[in-house]
């Protein structure tokens, strides 16, 4: 039981490249969610979902796009990366109701030059 | 609109001894309050949350917090904290009442000294 799982850990971009970041979680759970934390600002959040197929904005979804196309997947896309994304990012996963708790990834560090 | 505050960035505390974590919130519906502890280089996991019910919750390793619904507080609390205790720690706050929201406060680093 792996739990939440991200790829890659690490990335260097340069401006205007594009890259995937992948989570998957294996406890069946219906809501996933992809964060961003930024020193003294905690975590914001870019995109959610919540269930396979439906994807939300965010409070910062501005240069990200998600797709949700198996439940246990949940893809973070930058098209175009600006040195601003360069960031910390977590996915997490929770069961249906905002009253669950939500179980994170590790993270994947992200600097764009 | 709806906010979290937490209101000390960084703490320091030795080895042993009692520490609290505050956190306050602004809401216009009723509330479920959590405490997430991030390790270096680690996710978020969870030490507790309020639903409802007693306002005394107890957590994971040894942690408790007080929902106080008049001032609209959930502070964190550890009788005696020890050096594997250092790390940062979230208060988040999720709207009840349909749709979704979660808000999470800014982190609060608390440093444990031998």
């Known amino acids: 039981n792996a739990g939440v799982t991200q790829t890659p850990k690490f990335r260097v971009l340069k401006t205007g490249q594009s890259m995937t970041l992948l989570c998957a979680q294996d406890m069946n759970h219906e809501y996933m969610y992809w964060y961003r934390q930024d020193p003294g600002m905690g975590l914001r959040l870019i995109h959610y979902?919540?269930?396979?197929?439906?994807?939300a904005k965010g409070e910062v979804p501005d240069g990200y796009n998600v797709s949700r196309l198996k439940k246990q997947n949940f893809l973070l896309g930058l098209e175009s990366a600006a040195p601003s994304q360069t960031s910390v990012y977590f996915c997490?996963?929770?069961?249906?109701?905002?009253?669950?708790?939500?179980?994170f990834g590790p993270g994947t560090r992200l600097t764009v030059l | 609109a709806q906010s979290v505050t937490q209101l000390d960035s960084q703490v320091p505390v030795f080895e042993e001894a009692p520490v609290e974590l505050r956190c306050n919130y602004s809401?216009?519906?009723?509330?479920?309050l959590f405490w997430y502890v991030q390790y270096p280089n680690q996710g978020l996991q969870l030490l507790l949350k309020?639903?409802?019910?007693?306002?005394l919750v107890k957590g994971i390793n040894g942690f408790e917090a007080e929902f106080n619904k008049s001032q609209t507080s959930f502070h964190l609390r550890k009788p005696s904290v020890h050096i594997s205790d250092t790390a940062e720690y979230f208060c988040?706050?999720?709207?009840?009442?349909?749709?979704?929201?979660?808000?999470f406060g800014a982190g609060t680093r608390l440093f444990v000294k031998a």
């Open positions: 979902s919540v269930g396979e197929g439906t994807t």
């Open positions: 809401s216009s519906v009723s509330v479920y």
């Open positions: 309020y639903l409802s019910g007693s306002t």
């Open positions: 997490a996963s929770s069961g249906s109701g905002v009253y669950n708790e939500q179980f």
């Open positions: 988040a706050v999720s709207l009840q009442g349909g749709g979704f929201k979660t808000i």
